[in-house]
């Protein structure tokens, strides 16, 4: 992989800003833009990326781009619309990457977070190798190039794993990593796999009150952290998306501002001592900053 799909860019983000926000990565030098259904701003992400192809900056092959299969999607025969309609708002003929959001079914139908009177999400059940097939089949039709999944334990990739007639494994699993909550045993079993971890919640999240517990300690504020990023003359923010690349993780990172997106790119200059990845490791808490409760049930990890 190009290490400049190593650090992928993340479009959870204000509708309003996200066209701007898209193209300045893109202008920075970011290849690898990771969008999903349920977040409402594919059509802002692919008028991005369009207008990048127009003036120049980019052909369609230079952008690697990742999709999610929204949670009231997971029936099989659902599968293929989901992607469909993504393809369609970003006007792609196909996506680089298509991946399972979160290993929780939800009601199909319009409401993306169906709840019933009481507030209470409606789950659906669905057997996830049915889905996965469905996955598969995406592929074969060549609307993706690729499939992988999101938020998934280990019982729950074995699951996939060893699903009979398994006809392509996944490729990535994202999930929320960052230094105090390192996924070392999740990210053994992947490399073990030939899966790539990919880390969001990288910098411990932007603590947003509907899903970060505001009780939690601000990762980025760590004086450890802090102490190597002097030592290096960087930001611990870079210090610590550094961390996960000697890792072998690829690293989501989300900003509005130019000047945080170019600063952040600097991740690829420099290098942690093998001392100073030990000290990182020894943060781990298994801290969770991303509270799942408005899309399923939490998964442990």
């Known amino acids: 992989m190009s290490h400049l799909l190593l650090l992928a860019f993340y479009t959870y983000v204000q509708k309003s800003k996200c066209e701007e926000a898209v193209k300045a990565a893109i202008e920075v030098g970011f290849r690898h833009i990771d969008g999903a259904?349920?977040?409402?701003?594919?059509?802002?992400?692919?008028?991005?990326?369009?207008?990048?192809?127009?003036?120049?900056?980019?052909?369609?092959?230079?952008?690697?781009?990742?999709?999610?299969?929204?949670s009231t999607f997971h029936r099989p025969?659902?599968?293929?619309?989901?992607?469909?309609?993504?393809?369609?708002?970003?006007?792609?003929?196909?996506?680089?990457?298509?991946?399972?959001?979160?290993p929780v079914s939800l009601k199909p139908g319009p409401d993306l977070s169906p709840m019933d009177e009481n507030g209470k999400l409606i789950f659906d059940i669905v057997d996830l190798r049915q889905t996965w097939e469905a996955m598969e089949a995406c592929k074969d039709a060549g609307l993706v190039k690729s499939i992988g999944v999101s938020n998934f334990n280990i019982r729950q990739l074995e699951m996939i794993l060893n699903k009979p007639g398994l006809k392509y494994k996944p490729v990535l699993?994202?999930?929320?990593?960052?230094?105090?909550?390192?996924?070392?045993?999740?990210?053994?079993?992947?490399?073990?796999?030939?899966?790539l971890?990919?880390?969001?919640?990288?910098?411990?999240?932007?603590?947003?009150?509907?899903?970060?517990?505001?009780?939690?300690?601000?990762?980025?504020?760590?004086?450890?952290?802090?102490?190597?990023?002097?030592?290096?003359?960087?930001?611990?923010?870079?210090?610590?998306?550094?961390?996960?690349?000697?890792?072998?993780?690829?690293?989501l990172f989300k900003s509005f501002t130019r000047k945080r997106i170019e600063e952040n790119f600097q991740v690829f200059y420099?290098?942690?001592?093998?001392?100073?990845?030990?000290?990182?490791?020894?943060?781990?808490?298994?801290?969770?900053?991303?509270?799942l409760r408005h899309s399923g049930p939490p998964t442990k990890k």
């Open 173 to 195: 699993n994202q999930v929320e990593c960052h230094p105090y909550l390192n996924q070392s045993k999740l990210l053994a079993f992947c490399k073990s796999k030939d899966i």
């Open 270 to 291: 420099f290098q942690l001592l093998e001392e100073d990845m030990k000290t990182i490791d020894g943060l781990n808490k298994n801290l969770r900053y991303l509270n």
């Open 197 to 251: 971890l990919e880390a969001y919640c990288a910098l411990g999240s932007q603590r947003d009150k509907m899903w970060i517990d505001q009780s939690t300690p601000v990762l980025l504020e760590d004086p450890v952290l802090g102490a190597i990023a002097k030592k290096y003359n960087q930001s611990p923010a870079v210090v610590a998306l550094r961390y996960q690349l000697q890792r072998g993780i690829v690293v």
């Open 77 to 102: 025969e659902l599968v293929r619309s989901c992607l469909e309609q993504s393809l369609k708002k970003l006007k792609f003929d196909y996506l680089d990457l298509f991946i399972i959001h979160i």
């Open 37 to 70: 259904f349920v977040y409402g701003t594919e059509e802002e992400v692919g008028q991005a990326i369009r207008e990048k192809i127009a003036d120049g900056t980019v052909k369609r092959e230079d952008i690697f781009y990742t999709g999610k299969l929204g």
